[in-house]
T-cell receptor, first 109, second 112 residues
């Protein structure tokens, strides 16, 4: 089942912070976060594993609540380059990764 | 480093025609995936291959077949294309389930 992301869209000014949430109804092995700019391929940002391990981007942080099957992506001091669509993905033990519907982030000067 | 290479980048097919989308990675990754993305939509998993010699269905496998030719290559075949298969197709690979995915640049397919 597809994870649910919220909000669907966010508009920020440069320097402001944002939080994107991702919720799954299934038990998860890991949560992934990707950013996609218009007309381009998705780019990996971060993976959060069951048990607390995280791997990913230096300037972006995220959390994973295993009990609630929820993850949040924190974008602080946003820059124009942060604009794009953010996707979370939920992965089972088999490695099958299902993506949410995406959150569009627009950062304005 | 090329990463994940997809060919072709663009393709127009007539309804009922067949074609194979090619994907190759040079990162020695074990797992490979095919996704489709429709306008304004998220990515939907078509098929995946957790390791060489294995393939499994994803969310939307109907109308597609795959072949994991070797560790590097994973192809997607449309046997009889339909307008509903008009989409952008992305191939991705990962070292293992505890690692992020690297995506190819995509194939824009239009079925008329």
């Amino acid at each position: 089942q597809q994870p649910v992301q919220s909000p669907q869209a966010v508009i920020l000014r440069e320097g402001e912070d944002a939080v994107i949430n991702c919720s799954s109804s299934k038990a998860l092995y890991s949560v992934h976060w990707y950013r996609q700019k218009h007309g381009e391929a998705p780019v990996f940002l971060m993976i959060l594993l069951k048990g607390g391990e995280q791997k990913g981007h230096d300037k972006i942080s995220a959390s994973f609540n295993e009990k609630k099957q929820q993850s949040s992506l924190y974008l602080t001091a946003s820059q124009l380059s942060y604009s794009g669509t953010y996707f979370c993905g939920s992965a089972s033990n088999t490695g099958k990764l299902i993506f949410g519907q995406g959150t569009t982030l627009q950062v304005k000067p | 480093n090329a990463g994940v290479t997809q060919t072709p980048k663009f393709q127009v097919l007539k309804t009922g025609q067949s074609m194979t989308l090619q994907c190759a990675q040079d990162m020695n990754h074990n797992s490979m995936y095919w996704y489709r993305q429709d306008p304004g939509m998220g990515l939907r998993l078509i098929y995946y291959s957790a390791s060489e010699g294995t393939t499994d269905k994803g969310e939307v496998p109907n109308g597609y077949n795959v072949s994991r030719l070797n560790k590097r290559e994973f192809s997607l075949r449309l046997e009889s294309a339909a307008p509903s298969q008009t989409s952008v197709y992305f191939c991705a690979s990962s070292e293992a389930r505890a690692y992020g995915y690297t995506f190819g640049s995509g194939t824009r397919l239009t079925v008329v």
